[in-house]
């Protein structure tokens, strides 16, 4: 089945560092999602992308629709401690129904 | 934005009990409400699919009879753990897509801690 691949697992940064991570898949996706998980909370929607190439951006963040359609980056820049949390890439299923996440990227931020 | 809360926030209960948790709409429609549930240090995983007025979908692996879903009305869906057990301690969380037809966004509750003893 689709599934999505996350990497890295985790990061320990400092503040103000810049962060990268990304998303792949062996199948294509028509809509790339990321969200960010705060500690016991549920996911919030970060930034959404619809079109192959599209680059967007919301404050310090920065989120791409890779080409190929098989790949996504989220780019956080100067880094703080409230970005700690878990990063999800997720999109929509073959049937468009259901939504697959990928395994999250835990972040943790060093002041 | 569109609003999804749950309740309670977080539930201890005993081995052999059965808990209800709810899952509401605030400001929009919602047909169809996602059940997920997440393990520590572990990506969310669906449990089942809460349809308005017929019966929920659930997934692969999942215990129909263990996890009871009910969607009431348009903007509450319920999960009842039924003789929860220790290895039920888990987040659970719901998630209702967006109202925007040509969007696959959901909007995530914020969880629900549960802690069978």
């Known amino acids: 089945g689709q599934q999505l691949n996350q990497s890295p697992q985790s990061m320990f940064i400092q503040e103000g560092e810049d962060v990268s991570m990304n998303c792949t898949s062996s199948?294509?996706?028509?809509?790339w999602l990321w969200y960010k998980q705060d500690p016991g909370e549920g996911p919030v929607l970060l930034i959404a992308?619809?079109?192959?190439?599209e680059l967007t951006s919301n404050g310090r963040l920065t989120a791409q629709f890779g080409i190929t359609r098989k790949d996504s980056f989220l780019n956080i820049s100067a880094s703080i401690p409230s970005d700690v949390g878990i990063y999800f890439c997720?999109?929509?299923?073959?049937?468009?129904?259901?939504?697959?996440f990928g395994a999250g990227t835990r972040l943790f931020v060093k002041a | 934005g569109a609003v999804v809360s749950q309740h309670p926030s977080w539930v201890i209960c005993k081995s052999g009990t059965s808990v209800k948790i709810e899952c509401r709409s605030l400001?929009?429609?919602?047909?169809?409400m996602f059940w997920y549930r997440q393990f520590p240090k572990q990506s969310l995983m669906l449990m089942a699919t809460?349809?308005?007025?017929?019966?929920?979908?659930?997934e692969q692996g999942v215990e129909k009879d263990k996890f009871l879903i009910n969607h009431a009305s348009l903007t509450l869906s319920t999960l009842t753990v039924t003789s929860a057990h220790p290895e039920d301690s888990s987040f659970y969380i719901c998630?209702?897509?967006?109202?925007?037809?040509?969007?696959?966004?959901?909007?995530f509750g914020p969880g629900t801690r549960l802690t069978v003893t």
């Open positions: 998630s209702a897509p967006s109202p925007i037809l040509s969007s696959y966004e959901q909007y």
């Open positions: 199948s294509i996706f028509n809509t």
């Open positions: 992308l619809y079109k192959a190439g």
């Open positions: 997720a999109g929509p299923d073959s049937g468009g129904f259901k939504t697959i």
């Open positions: 400001d929009f429609q919602a047909t169809t």
């Open positions: 809460s349809n308005e007025g017929s019966k929920a979908t659930y």
